[in-house]
């Protein structure tokens, strides 16, 4: 199994040497005081044309029972999720781009009583692109419709900011 996951990392990292539509970035957060935990998701992606994007998402949290994590499902000690997504990307306007990406989000883990979870959402994420620079943009998600086939429920964030996201496109 190591040796597949190295081959395939070794293959990826050869391709996305010669390309010039790969980007790569992510989110980060923290939080502190009483509900003090961190979350991580790495994304990876690949522009198909020059408005259909490609990739996936690899999140992990690690909280307290005050701090929700990424998936917002149920917070926890720890918590992961794999969402490979398709970005639509309707409409650009010199450096801002708006998009809606479909994904499919896997997620998982435990918690605070020990209890293992998972489970997998149908989500439809709007939001917006700000090109800093040639190579370097910031994403900014507005908001979530997904429904959880785990929990059976639709759900709908219309409220304010959800995720600020950095790449870099090389």
Avoid: H
């Avoid at 996951?5 to 040497?17: M, P």
């Amino acid at each position: 199994m190591k040796k597949l996951i190295a081959l395939v990392a070794a293959a990826l990292i050869g391709v996305s040497a010669f390309a010039q539509d790969w980007y790569i970035g992510g989110k980060i957060g923290f939080s502190a005081g009483s509900a003090a935990g961190f979350a991580f998701a790495p994304d990876f992606g690949y522009c198909l044309s020059d408005n259909l994007n490609v990739g996936i998402v690899l999140g992990y949290g690690n909280e307290n029972a005050a701090f929700t994590g990424l998936n917002g499902y149920v917070p926890g000690e720890m918590s992961w999720e794999v969402c490979p997504y398709l970005r639509y990307i309707p409409f650009a306007w010199d450096k801002v781009s708006f998009f809606v990406d479909s994904c499919l989000d896997l997620y998982g883990g435990r918690d605070n009583l020990g209890d293992s979870y998972t489970g997998f959402a149908l989500c439809f994420n709007p939001g917006i692109t700000l090109e800093l620079t040639d190579r370097i943009s910031v994403d900014f998600t507005l908001g979530l419709l997904n429904y959880d086939f785990s929990e059976s429920e639709l759900q709908f964030n219309a409220g304010g900011l959800s995720s600020i996201g950095f790449f870099y496109a090389f």
